[in-house]
């Protein structure tokens, strides 16, 4: 297992924004959905590709590796196949990107970098039924804060909404019992599946966003005082 130092949300959201603004400054600015792909090939000139990751697991998503700068992304996530996958195939990218953001210089550092070069085995490989280790927790928090982030989603929700949040249990309630639901994830609700088309993100991933940021409640607010 690699180890790598404790990150904080908002050290992992700096990181974030400060690859958000080098971009910007080399390329003009963005709006969403946040150009990941060009990210990743035009400002940091890593290598990517479509591929089939399963020799390394039959639950493999992506891969990275640091020693050559190249990422992949499972075929079963390809979006031009799978329209519907658009979603898990941009966060599972910007989950990579996140590895070589936060984690290449620690693991360079302390020699873990180097274990796969021979065999030509990726540093990292990104499992869909992982247990969510630290360095994978990280990279999801980089991938959630560069492609939603914190600014131009408050934007996109005042455009939408207004300024209040949207308290969200009646409708949960609903979808659970009309859907079902797993003890894992709520349903998703309608106004994160309104926010991720513009983002092109998961209505999931837009919903864990949405709560994160206070924008949507799963829970009663708290009766007043007085």
């Given at each position: ?23 910007v400054a080399k390329f003009g600015p963005v709006s ?36 050559t700068g190249r990422v992949a992304v499972d075929q ?123 983002f092109a993100v998961s209505g999931q991933a837009m ?20």
């Amino acid at each position: 297992m690699l180890t790598v130092k404790f990150l904080s949300e908002g050290q992992i959201e700096k990181a974030a924004m400060q690859l958000m603004a080098g971009h910007v400054a080399k390329f003009g600015p963005v709006s969403p959905p946040v150009p990941v792909d060009e990210i990743l090939e035009c400002h940091l000139g890593l290598s990517f590709g479509i591929e089939d990751l399963r020799e390394y697991g039959p639950d493999v998503l992506g891969a990275t590796w640091l020693q050559t700068g190249r990422v992949a992304v499972d075929q079963s996530l390809d979006p031009s196949t799978f329209p519907d996958k658009e979603g898990r195939y941009r966060f599972t990218l910007a989950h990579e990107l996140g590895h070589f953001e936060l984690h290449a210089h620690q693991l360079r550092d302390n020699g873990q970098a180097t274990l796969f070069t021979e065999s030509n085995h990726p540093t990292i490989v990104c499992r869909s039924s992982a247990k969510r280790e630290p360095i994978e927790w990280q990279a999801d928090q980089f991938a959630a804060q560069l492609l939603m982030p914190r600014e131009m989603v408050y934007t996109y929700w005042r455009e939408l909404f207004g300024d209040r949040p949207y308290v969200a249990v009646d409708e949960i309630a609903r979808l659970s019992e009309r859907f079902g639901s797993t003890n894992r994830k709520a349903p998703t609700v309608s106004v994160a599946r309104d926010m991720a088309d513009h983002f092109a993100v998961s209505g999931q991933a837009m919903q864990i966003r949405l709560e994160t940021l206070g924008l949507i409640r799963t829970k009663p607010a708290e009766p007043e005082l007085f």
